[in-house]
């Protein structure tokens, strides 16, 4: 992301809103931008660090991350789209998009780690949202912006609820909580 960005200013970019690239350079900061605000959505196949993240870090933090530094990528990739017009740019960004719904999707069917069952909701979450970005209009940014709020809420309680069981019963196992064993 910063190579994209020192690439900006290279090329004689003064401000954000202004953006002016050579045709040479469009496809790299394109490349450049979606893996680096991709990271942090987290795109696919980019979202590993988030699960472990998730993981091993304490609850406030991974509020923390899934509030709002993950939203930062999502306003980064949606600002990007927006001011760049690469032909390449939308497809990219929904098939990652599509490919991380589907791995997380797979992915969530054997966790017993309720901490990362979460962490993988908020990965299939965030896909939708790049999704809605990557096909653009007015619905789908509106859409995106309400799944973004939303996100936020629910995925605090989520981690709430998380940290109050493992409180309660000193255990993180999906099974044991429900089979009682």
Request: glycine residues 8%; charged residues 15%.
């Amino acid at each position: 992301m910063f190579t994209g960005f020192l690439l900006y200013f290279l090329e004689g970019l003064v401000t954000l809103t202004q953006v002016s690239l050579s045709p040479k350079a469009v496809p790299v900061a394109s490349f450049l931008f979606l893996f680096g605000f991709g990271v942090k959505l987290p795109l696919w196949p980019c979202f590993s660090w988030l699960l472990k993240a998730h993981v091993e870090a304490s609850v406030e933090f991974s509020i923390l991350l899934s509030g709002v530094i993950v939203k930062f990528g999502a306003l980064g990739i949606f600002k990007f789209i927006n001011q760049v017009s690469f032909a390449l740019n939308n497809q990219i960004l929904a098939a990652c998009s599509v490919l991380g719904i589907v791995e997380a999707s797979f992915r969530l069917l054997s966790q017993r780690d309720i901490k990362r069952v979460v962490a993988l909701t908020t990965v299939i979450e965030l896909n939708w949202v790049g999704f809605c970005v990557a096909k653009g209009g007015l619905y789908f940014d509106q859409l995106g912006a309400y799944l973004l709020v939303a996100h936020s809420f629910t995925t605090t309680s989520e981690f709430f609820l998380v940290e109050c069981l493992y409180k309660r019963y000193h255990t993180r196992d999906f099974f044991f909580h429900i089979w009682g064993s």
